[in-house]
């Protein structure tokens, strides 16, 4: 499914900018768009915690599910 595709590249976009966070304290997502506060940023940051909120359906998903969308291909 597309938005499963969609919310997990977001994911990963994140998590790679907590990451770096974490390890060197510098905020990608921040530096690229003009601060924690700029317009842009806090849309990413609000796009990401939404695409992880997504995320939490694909642990209750039947797992043929997730295949069957996945072959249709």
């Known amino acids: ?3 499963d595709r969609i919310a997990l ?3 990963i976009i994140g998590g790679i900018n907590w990451g ?3 390890l060197f ?3 990608i997502v921040a530096w690229i768009f003009g601060g924690q506060t ?3 940023s806090r849309i990413i940051y609000v796009l990401v915690g939404l695409a992880a ?3 939490v359906s694909l642990l209750f998903r039947e797992r043929n599910a ?3 969308t996945t072959q249709n291909r």
């Open 1 to 3: 499914m597309i938005m």
């Open 9 to 11: 590249t977001l994911l």
């Open 20 to 22: 770096s966070v974490g």
């Open 25 to 27: 304290r510098f905020d």
């Open 38 to 40: 700029a317009v842009v």
């Open 53 to 55: 909120l997504w995320c």
């Open 66 to 68: 997730v295949i069957d």
